[in-house]
């Protein structure tokens, strides 16, 4: 089991920056990913990024050059830093992790933080 503790979100103003935090912590995989995916209302759950123990890191074109992740392997510790917010980013964010080595394993999601993009 892995559990994913999520911190960050809130109220910003468009243009205004955020920056989301995600712990996982149990039976953590050597190599896994780690990232978000959010749910506007009205809307199906869709990726915002993700990135892999080594490094490499996926974008949904909507956030590229906008948000970056990176993560603290030695913490087991994933963040996103949401710079030039827009409205339409609003949504709730979901913490995600899979462990790919030593064997692939499900999908774990966090409890989902609120970010809202409001003038």
């Known amino acids: 089991q892995v559990q994913l503790v999520e911190s960050g979100g809130g109220l910003v103003q468009p243009g205004g920056s955020l920056r989301l935090s995600c712990a996982a912590s149990?039976?953590?995989?050597?190599?896994?990913?780690m990232g978000w995916y959010r749910q506007a209302p009205g809307k199906q759950r869709e990726l915002v990024a993700v990135?892999?123990?080594?490094?490499?890191?996926n974008y949904a074109d909507s956030v590229k050059g906008r948000f970056t992740i990176s993560r603290d392997n030695a913490k087991n510790t994933a963040y996103l830093q949401m710079n030039r917010l827009k409205p339409e980013d609003t949504a709730v964010y979901y913490c995600?992790?899979?462990?790919?080595?030593?064997?692939?394993?499900?999908?774990?999601w966090g409890q989902g933080t609120q970010v809202t993009v409001s003038s």
């Open positions: 995600y992790y899979r462990q790919t080595m030593p064997a692939q394993g499900p999908d774990y």
């Open positions: 149990g039976s953590i995989g050597s190599i896994n990913v």
């Open positions: 990135i892999i123990t080594g490094g490499n890191t």
